[in-house]
T-cell receptor
Framework: QKEVEQNSGPLSVPEGAIASLNCTYSDRGSQSFFWYRQYSGKSPELIMSIYSNGDKEDGRFTAQLNKASQYVSLLIRDSQPSDSATYLCAVNGENTGFQKLVFGTGTRLLVSP | DTEVTQTPKHLVMGMTNKKSLKCEQHMGHRAMYWYKQKAKKPPELMFVYSYEKLSINESVPSRFSPECPNSSLLNLHLHALQPEDSALYLC????????????????FGPGTRLTVL
């Protein structure tokens, strides 16, 4: 079992729809969870961090964390073509001494006009 | 200033060359990281510096040699690389190295695209 799992996609949504990206993790000691957006050929950009169970909203983005079920999700409301990118889930936990981010393989999102 | 800078943006080198990648941040962050990223793969951690001391080496070959001259600078010295080392090299920094909420967010620089011939 991979430490952090994501569906590679592509996830295709029409412009204006809600895009839902999911991530599961195996380390129950994980405490910090991050979503990065990466455009092709560019570096990852941090868009959300979440540390407590529940929802965290920032503009069109909502991160959801459920530690009991070991999943974290990212919702993108009113999706725009400019949101088309690969979204990386990253987890920081006890197994790695809290110093190391473990990345999922990323989900490619395509938003069509 | 919330920026991590990296130079050069692109680097082409032969297998016998010696070159260095540079990374700089002025956010007062005390942890800095080197990652390697191949196409369509997630970033792969290479090294972690915590308070200017090497704290994690992910069993990286000795042809990669990190250096942290001060709290703002991180170098990666390259020597006798192989074509399979061609990748995007990313530097990142975080306020603190440990997993405390709010201080361990990692911010990436734009990367150096390395090609080894």
């Amino acid at each position: 079992q991979k430490e952090v799992e994501q569906n590679s996609g592509p996830l295709s949504v029409p412009e204006g729809a809600i895009a839902s990206l999911n991530c599961t993790y195996s380390d129950r000691g994980s405490q910090s969870f991050f979503w990065y957006r990466q455009y092709s050929g560019k570096s990852p950009e941090l868009i959300m961090s979440i540390y407590s169970n529940g929802d965290k909203e920032d503009g069109r983005f909502t991160a959801q964390l459920n530690k009991a079920s070991q999943y974290v999700s990212l919702l993108i409301r009113d999706s725009q073509p400019s949101d088309s990118a690969t979204y990386l889930c990253a987890v920081n936990g006890e197994n790695t001494g809290f110093q190391k981010l473990v990345f999922g393989t990323g989900t490619r999102l395509l938003v069509s006009p | 200033d919330t920026e991590v800078t990296q130079t050069p943006k692109h680097l082409v080198m032969g297998m016998t060359n010696k070159k260095s990648l540079k990374c700089e941040q002025h956010m007062g962050h005390r942890a800095m990281y080197w990652y390697k990223q191949k196409a369509k793969k997630p970033p792969e951690l290479m090294f972690v510096y915590s308070y200017e001391k090497l704290s994690i080496n992910e069993s990286v070959p000795s042809r990669f040699s990190p250096e942290c001259p001060n709290s703002s600078l991180l170098n990666l010295h390259l020597h006798a690389l192989q074509p399979e080392d061609s990748a995007l090299y990313l530097c990142a920094s975080s306020q603190e190295p440990v997993g405390l909420a709010g201080v361990n967010e990692q911010f990436f620089g734009p990367g150096t695209r390395l090609t080894v011939l």
